[in-house]
């Protein structure tokens, strides 16, 4: 049963929004062909035709497939040969696998601030923080919205680093026309079930470098050369490998997501063009050369003293008992002890603090699958907590 509304009446939504993750016909007959043909792991053809159909789909040559995002992002900046005495530049508001992946290579993260439109990571803090001992950036596609990749990779030219990018939320998101995972060195990306193709898990590593997709690949595949023996290992490695059955799944999530990006992408202009109508409630800005956007999540900037509340936290907890899904997001990486006494930490992160303690309010992805009607409510949603709430 639905709590009753915090600022009193009928709840504005008393249905639930599409569910998610979804599977139709494609993703089960993909999967009994997996059951019934095999192989179930190495050596599956749907393994690699995954790979190689999500690769072309942005616009690398080269797909590797692992078991999350999270190694993903390690592997990665182990193929980059990254490791002890490196810093490597990543953003403060962003998911903890963007950190400890680097803090887990052996290398430091150095922490910068986002930019306050957009929250992804600010090129002017990149070009603050660079040392000597700066070799990697990492740009996170947050949202599903890239990164200025002009300002990073500006940075990249003029410092010779090397740019991984984690689109984790970023499957079928642009930068001038070009996809995301394919304009840094490297792009890690995940399937866990909240993201907008999944598998429940999984991951994959995105390159247009041959020699780095090899490297990748025998990294995720417990050091082996693709050309030796199963126990020739030559160099050291893990055991990161997708099986044949997420494979499957994949191809066909992928298959339907154009479709499902469009209507995020249609959704998504919609609430930004009616909630920036209310008093007190920004949108965060999709810049021009974000040619494609990716929602996985609608962020919205709110002023919670105009709504009446004195926390973000309880104006989540009003949204949510009007029956609309959405959460507080993320607290900075540094705000984690663990992660802070490993890293480098500027002086001050403005933008990602009000981000993370003042203003920020995530939608899921799937809202935005939802009808016109279902995008109404969420607007009728806002209007209500705000009526009576002059200041
Ligand atoms: C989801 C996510 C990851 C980690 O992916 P997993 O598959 O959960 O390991 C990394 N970075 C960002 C920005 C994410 O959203």
Not at 225 to 248: I, P, S
Not at 318 to 338: D, K, M
Request: glycine share 8%.
């Amino acid at each position: 049963m639905q709590k009753p509304a915090i600022r009193g009446g009928e709840p504005v939504r008393k249905r639930p929004f599409p569910s998610w993750p979804f599977s139709g016909d494609d993703e089960v007959r993909e999967v009994l062909e997996v059951l019934r043909e095999g192989p179930w792991s190495a050596g599956s053809p749907k393994i690699k035709l995954f790979e190689e159909e999500f690769a072309s789909f942005h616009h690398a040559k080269y797909g590797v497939a692992c078991t999350s995002g999270s190694t993903a992002l390690f592997v990665s900046l182990k193929a980059l040969g990254i490791g002890l005495g490196d810093e490597v530049i990543v953003p403060s508001y962003t998911f903890l696998a963007t950190a400890t992946a680097v803090i887990d290579a052996g290398a430091t993260p150095v922490i910068v601030d986002v930019d306050p439109d957009t929250y992804n990571i600010s090129p002017e803090a990149v070009g603050r923080a660079i040392t000597n001992k700066t070799r990697c950036v990492v740009p996170v596609h947050l949202a599903g919205c890239p990164a200025d990749m002009d300002g990073v990779m500006e940075h990249a030219e003029a410092h010779g680093l090397r740019v991984l990018e984690d689109a984790a939320q970023a499957h079928g998101a642009e930068w001038g026309g070009r996809r995301v995972g394919s304009i840094g060195d490297l792009g890690a990306f995940s399937f866990y079930q909240s993201k907008n193709m999944t598998a429940g898990e999984g991951g994959i590593i995105t390159s247009n470098d041959e020699e780095l997709a090899l490297l990748a690949r025998s990294l995720v595949n417990v050091g082996r050369d693709v050309k030796k023996g199963w126990y020739e290992h030559v160099r050291y490695g893990w055991n990161f490998r997708m099986t044949a059955l997420q494979a499957a799944v994949l191809r066909a999530q992928l298959r339907k997501l154009p479709e499902l990006n469009r209507r995020r992408m249609e959704s998504a202009a919609y609430l930004d063009k009616h909630l920036s109508e209310i008093d007190g409630v920004r949108p965060l800005s999709r810049p021009p050369k974000a040619t494609a956007h990716s929602y996985h999540l609608y962020i919205t900037r709110v002023d919670v003293r105009r709504f009446g509340f004195s926390t973000k936290e309880e104006f989540v907890k009003a949204l949510n008992a009007e029956g609309i899904p959405c959460n507080a997001g993320y607290r900075t990486l540094q705000s984690y002890p663990f992660i802070a006494e490993k890293s480098r930490i500027p002086a001050s992160t403005p933008h990602a603090d009000k981000a993370s303690r003042e203003e920020a309010v995530w939608i899921p992805q799937y809202v935005l699958l939802g009808s016109r009607d279902d995008l109404e409510d969420v607007v009728e949603a806002f209007e209500k907590l705000r009526s009576g709430n002059a200041g």
